[in-house]
């Protein structure tokens, strides 16, 4: 490989590359350096910080104090600022590359808002573990997932009042895509995911009789589907494996989707919906490689922080700092604008934003002052 393709491919599988990082792999081939990268992302080490609050808690006698339950929901949420940095460090300093970078594609695909630490810290690590595994499981572990639970109301989706929140989203957002489903399919879903709820302790709980037994007819099948059932039938569609490869060319290569090359990692992806075989066929195809795909991604906010932080490591002295700069160039990490997520592409670039990227670097290495302030 050339330089400049394993610079590219630490990009796009990572967050860069150093020089002497790259003299080390300039003489291996592509089949070494891109076996490296799985090899060392092969383990699943969870992301997770000290809540102390939690230690030795009485989850039973805590429900029944309501001033204790205030007090512990409070620091719940101050501390998803910590998770929120913990995070950016981990992507500054990843032992599994690959994996790290997958975790960050997929909580732009699975998008889900919870200002609860512990359950947010719950679901980061279930995008992490299977971030490079079998799509049917994740999506299986993700509607049962207490954020999403939350974030999409299925804790309300309830047989004598069937809510649809979660039940549209799975295939508008998370497996079809808009116009490859009806509005009676996506009430027969919602009937199927019914009774899905969840403990105090953050645990899925099924509650059977909140359940809809009765018979259902959802893609022309008919019978007495649960939530997984669901989920099965869909991925059964080859849409579903176009849709997502659409989403990982459009993130891991370009926005300017190429149909013929789509069409390839379908092939490699369905049916199986082996995620690793997915992502070792793209970083394995000379087109991963060609002029036209490369230098042609504007960077996302956490990409341009964490690619700064690569080459000249630094430290801010204090958190607030850190969030105040991903919110002026407009990327919060775990605070997604909307369940459709960040658009990302020219997005991210306005009349604002595009003059801090052009100062940011020269701002940080000269120990600068950035204003939070609107003006000026």
Known sequence: MTQREIQHLYWRAGFGILPKQLRQLNNKSRVEIVKDLFDKSEKVTPLEIEIPELKHLDFKTIQKDKEALKKLVK????????????????????????????????????????????FAQQYNNTLREHALGNFRSFTRAISKEVAMIRYLNLQQNKKKSPNENFARELMELFTLGKGHYTEQDIKESARAFT???????????????????????????????????IIDIILLEKQCARFICEKVYGYFINTNINSNHVESMVNVFYP????????????????????????????????LIVGLNSNVPMQFEE????????????????????????????????SNTILLRLRLASILLNGAHISTKEKG
């Open 75 to 118: 620091v719940l949420q101050d501390r998803l600022v910590d998770y929120n940095e913990a995070w950016i460090q981990r992507l500054n300093n990843p032992k599994e590359l690959l994996r790290e970078r997958m975790t960050l594609f997929w909580a732009n695909h699975f998008v889900c808002r919870e200002n609860n630490t512990f």
């Open 195 to 229: 009774g899905y709820g969840h403990n105090f302790k953050g645990e899925f709980q099924f509650r059977r009789f909140q359940h809809d037994y009765d018979e259902k007819k959802f893609f022309n099948r008919t019978g007495n589907f649960t939530g997984d059932d």
């Open 272 to 303: 199986k919906y082996d995620i690793e075989d997915l992502m070792r066929f793209v970083f394995m195809s000379d087109w991963f490689y060609k002029e036209e795909n490369i230098g042609t991604k504007i960077k996302s906010p956490i990409d």
């Open 319 to 350: 958190q607030k700092h850190l969030m105040a700069l991903q919110k002026l160039l407009g990327q919060v990490l775990l605070v997604p604008p909307n369940v459709a997520g960040w658009k990302g592409g020219t997005q991210w670039i306005d």
